[in-house]
């Protein structure tokens, strides 16, 4: 059983560790070692494995044990969904929103959640519950930097991890925000250089997102 605070102070200490959170769809668990182990050489050891592919749990369970990395859950959207990501060797879980029922199958599961909020309500109900670090989702359609600037002014308690529409061009607009220290995106580990294999291109894109700030 984990605490909303302690939960928080996990995924805290995870968005501290890089700039970027490579958010994966990984259709090929034939992919899982060479990808991760690219991205964790290029400086982003926090890896996020969406469930929306048929192959992601047995992603996770390959990329679990990766020397150097911390994998976890994305997408998670139910009970189900958090029990079969913990046993799957998940280390956190991220969620799009946050209802009740998954708050409570996560904290049961001693699975550290990353919830999502996308309004000043959503991000108020989570804090009072002691979920301190948070989501931001989907960023860009929600109004990006300038908007989660607004919403992070009267809630400074709350440390966000803005994910949706982010990309090279505009990560840095949230990285300066002074309630953002990583931003989630899925440029670092674009899927045509997984499908070509292109493990030293993708190394690079990491490389390259783990220095901005």
């Given at each position: 059983m984990?605490?909303?605070?302690?939960?928080?102070?996990?995924?805290?200490?995870?968005?501290?560790?890089a700039?970027?959170?490579?958010?994966?769809?990984?259709?090929?668990?034939?992919?899982?070692?060479?990808?991760?182990?690219?991205?964790?050489?290029?400086?982003?050891?926090?890896?996020?494995?969406?469930?929306?592919?048929?192959?992601?749990?047995?992603?996770?369970?390959?990329?679990?044990?990766?020397?150097?990395?911390?994998?976890?859950?994305?997408?998670?959207?139910?009970a189900?969904?958090?029990?079969?990501?913990?046993?799957?060797?998940?280390?956190?879980?991220?969620?799009?929103?946050?209802?009740?029922?998954?708050?409570?199958?996560?904290?049961?599961?001693?699975?550290?959640?990353?919830?999502?909020?996308?309004?000043?309500?959503?991000?108020?109900?989570?804090?009072?519950?002691?979920?301190?670090?948070?989501?931001?989702?989907?960023?860009?359609?929600?109004?990006?930097?300038?908007?989660?600037?607004a919403?992070?002014?009267?809630?400074?308690?709350?440390?966000?991890?803005?994910?949706?529409?982010?990309?090279p061009n505009?990560?840095?607009?949230?990285?300066?925000?002074?309630?953002?220290?990583?931003?989630?995106?899925?440029?670092?580990?674009?899927?045509?250089?997984?499908?070509?294999?292109?493990?030293?291109?993708?190394?690079?894109?990491?490389?390259?997102?783990?220095?901005?700030?």
């Amino acid at each position: 059983m984990i605490t909303p605070k302690e939960a928080s102070d996990f995924t805290r200490s995870l968005c501290l560790r890089a700039p970027v959170v490579p958010v994966l769809v990984v259709h090929d668990i034939a992919t899982a070692r060479p990808l991760a182990t690219a991205l964790i050489a290029g400086g982003l050891p926090v890896l996020e494995v969406t469930l929306r592919t048929p192959a992601a749990l047995s992603v996770i369970r390959e990329m679990a044990d990766i020397p150097g990395g911390i994998v976890g859950a994305g997408t998670v959207l139910s009970a189900e969904d958090a029990k079969q990501a913990r046993a799957a060797g998940a280390q956190f879980a991220v969620s799009p929103g946050a209802t009740d029922r998954l708050l409570e199958a996560c904290e049961a599961a001693d699975l550290p959640l990353m919830p999502g909020a996308a309004t000043a309500s959503e991000a108020m109900a989570l804090l009072e519950r002691g979920y301190t670090v948070q989501k931001f989702f989907p960023a860009e359609a929600s109004g990006g930097a300038a908007a989660l600037k607004a919403i992070g002014a009267p809630l400074p308690q709350i440390l966000f991890n803005p994910t949706g529409g982010i990309g090279p061009n505009n990560a840095l607009d949230y990285l300066r925000l002074s309630n953002v220290r990583s931003v989630g995106g899925s440029w670092v580990a674009p899927a045509d250089l997984i499908e070509k294999g292109d493990w030293d291109g993708i190394r690079a894109l990491a490389a390259e997102a783990a220095v901005l700030h």
